[in-house]
């Protein structure tokens, strides 16, 4: 079930998906904030996606939100501060599996695609344990006029965690979300002690379990009339910009 709703309403059920505008929108350039972060609590305790002005990355986990800045390093984030863009859910368990030592992200991919009972729903994911290895980035606050994606990643720092433990948390969206979100897998880091992260873009595991929540409810809520978005072109296919900014 979908809803586009046109204008804010609590939302409390479980195994629901909420979205705050498109990564579509995104890519175009359109960073100004559309929820706060205090709004956005109610509708889940777990998610990823970033701050207003495209300032670094968004992690949600057990009910708290931090901001990682560019440097890495990860705060508590102000309930008044906006997102541009952000998926949440209240994560329930619905099935766990231990991962073996040494999976890499591929790996991790095609070992979940074959557990998970379809590839046509939306999946929280959510992966605690110790790792040998995670390189992670997060990017820079933007000023306005503000630049597309693509070009805001140039700039990525990027870093490395070794011998971590930490949770990777995030989501798999089914390939017909395309231009809504991200089809496949979207994955950020918060480190144990919760001052550390960013957006993952590769790892090892050393000892870590994998707990999924499926998810078949999918909630979008839209920038208003006064954004960027009721202006810019969402027509145009950015699949080949969106592969080089994951990776």
Same mark, same amino acid.
């Given at each position: 079930?979908?809803?586009?709703?046109?204008?804010?309403?609590?939302?409390?059920?479980?195994?629901?998906?909420?979205?705050?505008?498109?990564?579509? +929108?995104?890519?175009?350039?359109?960073?100004?904030?559309?929820?706060?972060?205090?709004?956005?609590?109610?509708?889940?305790?777990?998610?990823?996606?970033?701050?207003?002005?495209?300032?670094?990355?968004?992690?949600?986990?057990?009910?708290?939100?931090?901001?990682? /800045?560019?440097?890495?390093?990860?705060?508590?984030?102000?309930?008044?501060?906006?997102?541009?863009?952000?998926?949440?859910?209240?994560?329930?368990?619905?099935?766990?599996?231990?991962?073996?030592?040494?999976?890499?992200?591929?790996?991790?991919?095609?070992?979940?695609?074959?557990?998970?009972?379809?590839?046509?729903?939306?999946?929280?994911?959510?992966?605690?344990?110790?790792?040998?290895?995670?390189?992670?980035?997060?990017?820079?606050?933007?000023?306005?006029?503000?630049?597309? +994606?693509?070009?805001?990643?140039?700039?990525?720092?990027?870093?490395?965690?070794?011998?971590?433990?930490?949770?990777?948390?995030?989501?798999?969206?089914?390939?017909?979300?395309?231009?809504?979100?991200?089809?496949?897998?979207? %994955?950020?880091?918060?480190?144990?002690? /919760?001052?550390?992260?960013?957006?993952?873009?590769?790892?090892?595991?050393?000892?870590?379990?994998?707990?999924?929540?499926?998810?078949?409810?999918?909630?979008?809520? %839209?920038?208003?009339?006064?954004?960027?978005?009721?202006?810019?072109?969402?027509?145009?296919?950015?699949?080949?910009?969106?592969?080089?900014?994951?990776?």
């Amino acid at each position: 079930m979908i809803w586009f709703p046109c204008r804010h309403y609590t939302m409390t059920r479980k195994g629901t998906l909420v979205q705050v505008s498109t990564m579509g +929108a995104v890519l175009n350039g359109v960073y100004d904030g559309v929820l706060s972060i205090g709004a956005l609590k109610e509708y889940g305790d777990f998610g990823i996606g970033t701050l207003e002005r495209s300032d670094g990355e968004l992690v949600g986990f057990d009910g708290n939100f931090y901001h990682i /800045k560019v440097d890495g390093v990860a705060h508590p984030i102000s309930d008044s501060i906006k997102t541009p863009f952000a998926t949440a859910t209240f994560f329930d368990v619905d099935h766990k599996e231990k991962l073996s030592a040494g999976m890499d992200y591929k790996q991790l991919e095609r070992f979940l695609d074959e557990v998970l009972p379809t590839s046509n729903i939306f999946y929280a994911i959510k992966i605690e344990g110790a790792f040998s290895c995670i390189k992670a980035r997060s990017v820079s606050r933007q000023r306005k006029p503000y630049p597309p +994606a693509i070009e805001v990643v140039k700039n990525q720092p990027i870093f490395e965690f070794n011998d971590v433990e930490g949770a990777i948390v995030g989501f798999r969206c089914p390939a017909y979300i395309s231009g809504i979100n991200i089809p496949g897998y979207h %994955l950020h880091f918060l480190t144990k002690g /919760k001052d550390a992260g960013g957006h993952v873009l590769e790892f090892k595991t050393e000892e870590a379990v994998a707990s999924l929540d499926y998810i078949s409810e999918f909630l979008m809520i %839209l920038p208003g009339k006064d954004s960027d978005f009721y202006k810019v072109d969402l027509a145009r296919d950015r699949q080949g910009e969106l592969e080089k900014i994951q990776s």
